[in-house]
């Protein structure tokens, strides 16, 4: 069982930055694969990034390549989403999932999630 908290969800204006974390409970998090996404209202959940746990090897999705970088700290059982030059239409609720195995785009692939924090960047 792998219990998922975000944080860092906030007011932010276009142009601006935003670390997201995801906390993880559980002493095997280095072996999980981890994922963001995000969902606006009215729209399907949405793959932002994934890292895979033994490699750490990133995936990102084509609507936040260049902007936004996912990385992982094992020691602390967290993984980050460091969002840059931040959009309006980035504008959504951003979850953390987890799943043994490798890095997918579909949210149905993933075992565990999180609450979801709330990003909303105005322009």
């Known amino acids: 069982q792998v219990q998922l908290v975000e944080s860092g969800g906030t007011l932010v204006q276009a142009g601006g930055s935003l670390r997201l974390s995801c906390a993880a409970s559980?002493?095997?998090?280095?072996?999980?694969?981890m994922g963001w996404f995000r969902q606006a209202p009215g729209k399907e959940r949405e793959f932002v990034a994934g890292?895979?746990?033994?490699?750490?090897?990133?995936y990102d999705g084509d609507s936040v390549k260049g902007r936004f970088t996912i990385s992982r700290d094992n020691a602390k059982n967290t993984v980050y989403l460091q969002m840059n030059s931040l959009k309006p239409e980035d504008t959504a609720v951003y979850y953390c999932?987890?799943?043994?195995?490798?890095?997918?785009?579909?949210?149905?692939?993933?075992?565990?999630w999180g609450q979801g924090t709330q990003v909303t960047v105005s322009s």
């Open positions: 999932a987890a799943v043994l195995g490798p890095v997918r785009a579909t949210p149905q692939h993933y075992e565990y």
């Open positions: 890292i895979s746990g033994r490699h750490g090897r990133k």
């Open positions: 559980g002493r095997t998090f280095s072996t999980y694969t």
